[in-house]
């Protein structure tokens, strides 16, 4: 499993932005909309391109466009903070939804919304989630992806405790991990520390 952090100064930026107890609903939604689109660009720099002559207004030459566009599933609620965003970037994308909360006392993931394409094989697939926490979440996701033939999936992540990297790589699923940073630890209730929270709770306000 191949996990990449994108340490860039403006990610920071937007991360710090984002971890501030003072920043507002709109403050956090726009900087994690920031951040999605310098984590996307990352997540597709190996994407496979296809070429196809072009004619600029002086000359041909060879134009590229993405060969296989992904399929894009932000987990709900908090992944739907990063959809339009990475949507803006790779407008042929498709998209799936999935939605999931998880139980606060167990720390299970509770599916409440599956809907994805049948058959995802040979389709790459881009899974949003601002945070992988124990990795409950994210595995579960996954599984739904592998069942239908998914063997190239990327979980965008603004924010990865070690916890839940650890659980992943122990799954053995067919997944990379793109995100902004990987926080210290996991505290007793379960949240990333330091973190920024709820993510879902930040983007929309507490349920
Ligand atoms: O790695 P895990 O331990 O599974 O935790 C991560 C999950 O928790 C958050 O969602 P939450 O369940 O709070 O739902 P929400 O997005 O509706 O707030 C987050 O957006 C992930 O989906
Ligand atoms: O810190 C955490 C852990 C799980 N989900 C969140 O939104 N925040
Ligand atoms: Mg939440």
Same mark, same amino acid.
């Given at each position: ?8 100064? =403006?990610?920071? %930026?937007?991360? %710090? ?19 999605? =689109?310098?984590? !996307? ?21 060879? /134009? ?16 739907? /903070? ?7 970037? !790779? ?43 124990? /990795? ?5 996701? !996954? ?24 659980? =992943? ?12 940073? !990987? ?5 007793? %209730? ?18």
């Amino acid at each position: 499993m191949d996990v990449r952090v994108v340490d860039h100064p =403006l990610a920071k %930026s937007r991360l %710090s932005t984002m971890r501030d107890a003072r920043t507002n609903s709109a403050a956090f939604r726009a900087a994690l909309q920031e951040l999605t =689109l310098m984590l !996307i660009y990352e997540a597709t720099r190996d994407a496979e391109l296809a070429e196809e002559p072009i004619h600029t207004p002086v000359a041909k030459t060879t /134009g590229y466009r993405i060969a296989k566009p992904p399929l894009l599933v932000p987990v709900l609620r908090a992944g739907l /903070g990063m959809a339009d965003q990475a949507h803006r970037l !790779i407008p042929e994308a498709q998209m799936g939804f999935v939605g999931l909360a998880r139980d606060e006392e167990t720390l299970q993931p509770t599916p409440y919304l599956e809907s994805l394409p049948a058959d995802l094989t040979g389709i790459p697939v881009l899974v949003l989630d601002p945070m992988l926490a124990t /990795g409950g979440s994210m595995v579960h996701t !996954i599984e739904l992806l592998v069942e239908r033939g998914a063997t190239d999936v990327t979980a965008i992540c603004t924010l990865a405790a070690p916890e839940g990297v650890r659980r =992943l790589e122990e799954a053995g699923l067919p997944v990379n991990v793109v995100t902004a940073s !990987i926080d210290d630890r996991l505290n007793e %209730s379960g949240f990333i520390v330091p973190g920024l929270g709820d993510a879902g709770d930040r983007e929309y306000g507490a349920v």
